[in-house]
């Protein structure tokens, strides 16, 4: 692992850690105003803050597992677990989702007219800012480190303070008109939240698991940096694909077809020691040489 990738790596790290230290301290802290407050809406928050510190603390495992070296069994790295740690973090929000629908569902049609209490409010307001303030500072790392687990938990922070948003109006609804039943229709719609975002969060995991091209900018790059090289002509095919926080490229380069063997293949290094250095968060490319046969033709992306 170089120099670039360790650093990404303990940016990871330390993101994740945060996320999980700050997920169970609003489990705790949303779970007992809930209680204390009788406030469903806020129970159901707590219940979802509590599926996120199992999925960060999955995220974490994720970090440490796909940075493993390449070795006999894995030689493109170990980096595909992140996708999968996605797919149990989107499970865990489809759960937790399914919970609160059963749950408020039920409460609806218990005869109950205690009001949440007010100071549900209070808590909420501060725990609204926390989380939107942990959504930014995680997704910052997400996109510093290019990693696809930590961009899904910093949207599960996200959600998180979206649904708190949600629990607020349900409450202060309820103590304004006096229905209680407004704290629950607010637990729905934190369910119907929580389970949009499951589906933003799966629909990048799924692409990266199935070889989806998404990576048009890094394309660019890559050609752009291959026309400095000495030697180089033009670049055809650019296939990409990521694994955790690194990419795999395949690279078709034109070069003289009147050149050796030899110095294809020395030109072939050199681009590929270029790449390297350039764009750092690439850890493996595959250069095929092509004869440049139409000496006219400018660079394309078949």
């Not at 301290?25 to 469903?40: D, E, P, Q």
């Not at 974490?60 to 940075?67: D, I, N, R, T, V």
Request: hydrophobic letters at 45%.
């Amino acid at each position: 692992m170089n120099t670039h990738q360790e650093i990404k790596r303990k940016k990871a790290i330390k993101a994740s850690y945060f996320s999980i230290l700050g997920n169970a301290f609003m489990a705790v802290l949303k779970g007992l105003a809930g209680i204390l407050g009788n406030s469903h809406a806020l129970i159901a928050d707590a219940v979802e803050s509590t599926a996120d510190v199992f999925s960060s603390a999955l995220v974490l495992f994720g970090m440490k597992y796909s940075s493993r070296p390449p070795d006999e069994n894995h030689p493109y790295g170990h980096g595909r677990i992140e996708p999968l740690i996605t797919f149990m973090i989107v499970a865990f929000m489809v759960i937790s989702a399914a919970w609160i629908i059963y749950s408020s569902i039920q409460n609806m049609g218990v005869a109950d007219e205690e009001l949440p209490h007010s100071f549900t409010l209070y808590v909420l307001g501060g725990i609204i800012l926390f989380k939107e303030l942990s959504y930014r500072f995680v997704m910052k790392k997400g996109k510093e480190t290019d990693s696809l687990t930590l961009k899904a938990d910093a949207l599960h922070h996200r959600t998180d303070a979206i649904t708190s948003l949600v629990a607020f109006v349900g409450i202060a609804v309820a103590l304004l008109t006096g229905h209680k039943e407004a704290d629950e229709w607010a637990a729905l719609l934190t369910a119907v939240v929580i389970l949009y975002n499951a589906y933003r969060i799966f629909r990048p995991a799924l692409g990266e698991m199935m070889d989806e091209h998404r990576y048009d900018e890094l394309t660019e790059k890559i050609r752009s940096v291959s026309k400095t090289v000495p030697g180089i002509i033009y670049t055809e095919k650019c296939l990409i694909r990521k694994t955790g926080m690194q990419y795999h490229v395949d690279l078709h380069a034109v070069v003289n077809p009147e050149i050796t063997v030899r110095e294809g293949h020395d030109l072939a290094h050199d681009l590929q020691d270029t790449l390297y250095e350039k764009l750092p968060q690439i850890q493996y490319v595959l250069i095929h040489i092509e004869p440049d046969d139409y000496h006219d033709k400018e660079d394309c992306s078949l």
